[in-house]
Nanobody, 126 residues
Framework: QVQLVESGGGLVQAGGSLRLSCAAS????????MAWFRQAPGKEREFVVG????????DYADSVKGRFTISSDSAKNTVYLQMNSLKPENTADYYC???????????????????WGQGTQVTVSS
């Protein structure tokens, strides 16, 4: 079992930055693929960025490429999402998800992940 706790959300003006954190407990996540998803009101959850279990592969949604960066700190069992140049359309609840799969690729489907946190809200004002 893995417990995931997201933090770092908040209100920011367009063009600003936020760094989200996802702290994992229960088991080390060294063998887990991790991903960030987001869900805006009235919309389906969508993939933002992910990293495979080895940390050797990352994948980003086209809409965030060049602005968002995923990173991890295995010593802290924490995954980060650095979000720069934020836009109002980035407003959503952001969720960290995890699955223990030794895949080289990053899955974009939320159904492929077994664990998720409670989410952290990000609001970008125009």
């Amino acid at each position: 079992q893995v417990q995931l706790v997201e933090s770092g959300g908040g209100l920011v003006q367009a063009g600003g930055s936020l760094r989200l954190s996802c702290a994992a407990s229960g088991r080390t996540f060294n063998s887990y693929a991790m991903a960030w998803f987001r869900q805006a009101p009235g919309k389906e959850r969508e993939f933002v960025v992910g990293i495979n279990w080895a940390g050797s592969s990352t994948d980003y949604a086209d809409s965030v490429k060049g602005r968002f960066t995923i990173s991890s700190d295995s010593a802290k069992n924490t995954v980060y999402l650095q979000m720069n140049s934020l836009k109002p359309e980035n407003t959503a609840d952001y969720y960290c998800e995890a699955v223990r799969k030794y895949r080289d690729y990053v899955s974009h489907g939320s159904q492929d992940y077994d664990y998720w946190g409670q989410g952290t809200q990000v609001t970008v004002s125009s």
